[in-house]
């Protein structure tokens, strides 16, 4: 089959288009707190008894938790839990508390920092009874957002090989030097619908057979308002792959994938030809 492109570019002003058992928490302060457990059940001897550390961690509000606990003891002692840095010098107590019990546990809060630092937690009661858990490194350095210029995710109703031509669109324009362009809805629907019109009416061309152009259609999904666009079509090639190889080689179709004034795109592909639509825009 003879593989088929064409081109139209039209820039300028247009008019507006349009994720022991935990105890319950307690409440604490956003410079951090002390969480206290029910008491566990009492008994056992002064040989059974021993303090525990468990290893801190970062829980989903971000906060460091460093907790100590208490079983197999008969009496009740006051147990502390101290939440600490390792610093080249003496290392720092940044958060503690303590509870009288006789078994169970406390935890004590801090908020996290950005910076990597490492943490250990150390638990005693006044009977003598130590423990130091294993150090940690935690950080609470969130990753960079996703904006939707930068999004190679799905555009609603967009198909897998819609969205392969997007992000090897996007590709070719970031080592280019321009910014990749938003995968727009609305665009997609005005591409979708053109594809799909040439398969169905047979014809290939970016005038449609009522005679309206690429421009009118963009403006009549509500893309608006429309500061400049244009459109890339193709038709025969299978792979999304093959189709955007074909455009940037041809110069007028690259000169529109190349176009940094354009910010959003739409991506229509319909399987009879395969018909492409690729069209391009910005407010």
């Not at 105890?23 to 056992?44: I, M």
């Not at 938790?65 to 147990?79: M, N, P, Y």
């Not at 799905?154 to 070719?172: F, M, P, Y």
């Amino acid at each position: 089959m003879r593989r088929q492109l064409k081109v139209l570019a039209c820039l300028g002003s247009l008019a507006a288009l349009s994720s022991i058992p935990a105890p319950p928490a307690a409440a604490h302060s956003a410079g951090g707190g002390l969480e206290t457990p029910l008491e566990g059940a009492q008994g056992g001897s002064a040989e059974d008894c021993r303090v525990t550390a468990a290893k801190p961690s970062v829980d989903a509000k971000g906060l460091i938790r460093g907790t100590a606990s208490r079983s197999g003891c008969g009496q009740k002692a006051l147990l502390r839990v101290r939440v600490q840095q390792a610093a080249a010098g003496p290392d720092r107590t940044l958060k503690s508390g303590s509870q009288r019990l006789t078994n169970g546990r406390i935890t004590a809060t801090l908020p996290c920092s950005d910076t990597p630092r490492r943490y250990y937690v150390t638990a005693l009661d006044h009977q003598g009874q130590e423990s130091t858990s294993d150090g940690v490194l935690l950080s609470c350095k969130k990753p960079p957002a996703t904006t939707a210029t930068t999004s190679t995710a799905r555009t609603a109703g967009a198909s897998s090989a819609e969205t392969e031509v997007v992000r090897l669109t996007n590709r070719a324009r970031v080592a280019g030097g321009c910014k990749p362009l938003v995968h727009d809805a609305k665009l997609r629907t005005a591409a979708d619908r053109h594809s799909a019109d040439m398969a169905a009416k047979g014809y290939f061309d970016h005038s449609s057979q009522d005679g309206r152009s690429a421009g009118d259609r963009i403006g009549a999904v509500g893309f608006a308002p429309v500061r400049t666009w244009g459109e890339n079509i193709a038709m025969g090639q299978r792979t999304a792959a093959s189709v955007v190889q074909g455009w940037l080689n041809s110069p007028g179709h690259r000169a529109n994938i190349m176009n940094c004034k354009f910010t959003h795109i739409g991506v229509g592909q319909h399987s009879k030809g395969p018909h492409w639509t690729q069209v391009f825009a910005a407010h």
